[in-house]
């Protein structure tokens, strides 16, 4: 969305949408997720400035990461492949200058803390210490996390939140398992991996990683993300950040129905700039009023009743005579019948019902939004 249309925008009905996560007040739903724009603190008062509602430093280690050459690529308009690794600064330096810095220009700030017992035990004190609001515990496996989580809570008095991993086998119930031993909240996801991309000039993996993989983040993984992030707030976790893939208000607004209360951006303001965080916040609150919802509590969990219980057979009947308003004869909606059910001969549209299967793929590739159909009971 262009320059033109944030000023429109501004004119515009809104949707307040602050909000909190464990009780702490956020000015937005939008968390700035660990990643190469939390790299110190000058990173994390940008996305507070540009309207983050909360913070993620890169992941806490006792060692400091040293990574391999060119460790993030772009996939496709809004995803990319990495095998960048923690921080790669000592932990010293978070807790005497990073954390507090960027505290001390007005942000919420949430710890990464990873990725084993010792480094847990060892770190999460020093993250309160310095100033942070909330800890943030990543693993590389679920058996790991669990231990985790009570060796902090027994450390700290701000609340905890588990990351969980697309990755592992029943994120799911380890988020439920971490509810149950003290967690304060969940995030999920995590990027997807390992993934592979390969340099078609230069005939090798585009990672430099020990074995050329990495590990992917972005649009690509967001129907995964929503589906694990849905089965997490359905499973009974209030407190809930959605991560994976948002890049507009309508993906923000779908993790919001599922039940999330916050939501994580990471690559898609790597790739577009800081910037994304002030338009985020600006079309999701015009977009929530349009849709009817005023406030963040408003909009979310309001899918999570919806989900079906079983299969829905019917048949899709368009309107056959009247060329829906708003057409743009794009088209697409004739290209991408797969049973050449549709013609356009414009201004008239016409569906061959004995051809038609009802897939509804039409409807969602059209660019307007103008097509629609009636779901008829067979």
Partial sequence: MGVQQLEK????????????????????PFILSSGPLSYAAEGLIKAHQAGAGAVVTKTIRLKAAVNSVAHISKINKDSLINCEKWADSEADLWFKREIPMAKDAGAVVIA????????????VEDCEKAGAD??????????????????AKKRVSIPVICKMSG???DPVNTAKRCLELGADAIS????????????IKKARPEMFSADGYGWLSGGAIRPIALRIASEIARNGCNDLIGIGGVTCAEDAIEYLMIGAGAIGVCSIAILRGIEEF????NNTSVLLAELGYNSISAVKGV??????????????????EKLPDGCINCQGCVVSCPYDARTLDFPIMKVDQDLCRSCGLCLSVCPAG????????K
């Fill in 112 to 123: 990464s803390v990873g990725h084993t017992l010792p480094e847990a035990e060892a770190l």
């Fill in 9 to 28: 925008n501004k004119n515009l009905n809104k949707a307040d949408i602050s909000t909190e996560l464990c009780g702490v007040k956020l000015q937005s």
């Fill in 188 to 199: 999920a996801i995590d990027s997807i991996g390992p993934t592979l991309k390969i340099n």
């Fill in 134 to 151: 909330f800890i943030e515990l990543v693993s590389y496996t679920e058996d790991t996390l669990l231990p985790m989580l009570e060796a």
């Fill in 303 to 320: 899918a999570l009743a919806n989900f079906p219980e079983g299969e829905k057979f019917a048949k899709l009947e368009f309107n056959k």
């Fill in 167 to 169: 990755n592992w086998p």
């Fill in 370 to 377: 103008t097509l629609t159909a009636e779901i008829v009971e």
């Fill in 278 to 281: 002030t338009k985020l916040c």
